[in-house]
């Protein structure tokens, strides 16, 4: 039975023992690209600078905060007078 094909999400791979040996190095030839991490020949992760990962998750929140406000749009507003605060 074959093993199923996997998608690779980026342009630069590197071996899980190549990873160990040495992980500044991969991630400084990488110049700031995604690393695919590969453990016989499958991917079982992905690196990615700091910058990147927080640009990730500032799209994940903002996508987030986009579904909250579309599902809320057809809410009647509330008003709160200052006095009960």
Do not use: C, W
Not at 25 to 38: D, E, H, I, Q
Not at 56 to 73: F, K, P, Q, T
């Amino acid at each position: 039975m074959q093993a199923p094909l996997q998608s690779v999400m980026a342009d630069v791979a590197v071996s899980v023992s190549e990873l160990k040996k040495s992980p500044t190095s991969v991630m400084n030839r990488a110049g700031g690209a995604p690393v695919a991490v590969l453990n016989h020949n499958r991917v079982m992760g992905y690196m990615v600078p700091p910058a990147v990962f927080e640009a990730l998750m500032e799209a994940v929140d903002d996508a987030e905060l986009a579904r909250i406000v579309a599902a809320r749009a057809d809410e009647e507003p509330v008003l709160v007078s200052l006095d009960a605060l």
